[in-house]
């Protein structure tokens, strides 16, 4: 998939080349009047965003037994984060799994209940995404995607949408309820092991969502680009679905062709739409990756990851 991918786009930048140019010029002057100061301030809110997750995990752990810091947690976030950007598994799969990994070789902790608190971290932070994914339906009531062009009374809007979402969502629940009373059944019977986490989960769990807001308005305000609350919130979620597909390492290619399409959407030029994804994704991605990197090299992460691969974990 990766592959095919990218010979499509190879393909594209050939045949349109001489459309590309111009826009690849206004994207650099853009660039060039970068206003350094908010592109550090939105490293540093991520960095901050990734203590919290620290701090959060952390939570968890402490109802299970482990009494850990939350900045010894941290190298462990940021190595996933690489793993999940240099692998084609989603940002729920290869870097959760290899939290797993890591957390039962630096600390001990059971893989079962590496699981548990992941899962149970995940499961609490839907209740934030389903919020912003309202508040995202009411900011903007009507989509007016059209699906013939002929027709304009054909148009997708938010309601109709989330009764869409809502629909599919029943049907694969009701397609999957064995496995899923299975999963429930867990849930519960881990509930009273974990019920004095929620409340700071869920705290925790909004902080980052709110700092990855105001991270992405600092981007925004580097590059002198007015974009207002509800479009950043929904850059954020889509961001973040985008990200969930197992499609490419670390969404590549999915993830900027997304929050483009977005932008253009909602009036931006291409060479601003351009510009933002550009900066954004070298902080969430390129800065993030050279610092899990980092931490992987000096921790042993590569070792333990390699051995996983070829199946030598016990």
Known sequence: MTLLLLSASVFLVRSYWIEIIPVLEEILRTLRETRIRYVVLAVLVYMLSVYLFSVRWQQVLYCIGYNLKATSLVPIYFGAVFINN???GGNMAGGESFRILWANKLFGISYTNA???IFFERLVEAIPVLFFSIYILYSFPSLDIR??????????????????????????IWFNRM???SLFQSVQKNWKQFKQAFIPVLLLSCGVWVLDIIRLKLVALALNIDL???????????????????????GLGIIEGGLISLLLYFGLSLASASSFVFLERFI??????????????YYGGFQIWQKSKEGKLH
């Open 179 to 181: 496995k899923l009373n």
């Open 228 to 250: 207002s609350l509800s479009l950043i919130v929904t850059v954020s979620i889509v961001s973040f679905l985008l990200g969930a597909l197992p499609l490419t390492p670390g």
């Open 115 to 117: 699981f548990k608190t």
């Open 147 to 172: 699906f013939l062009p002929a027709i304009d009374r054909l148009t997708l809007r938010s309601i109709h949408l989330f009764f869409i979402v809502f629909l599919v969502v029943g049907i694969a």
């Open 86 to 88: 240099i692998t084609p």
């Open 284 to 297: 969430s991605y390129g800065i993030s990756s050279i610092i899990g990197f980092l931490y992987l090299s």
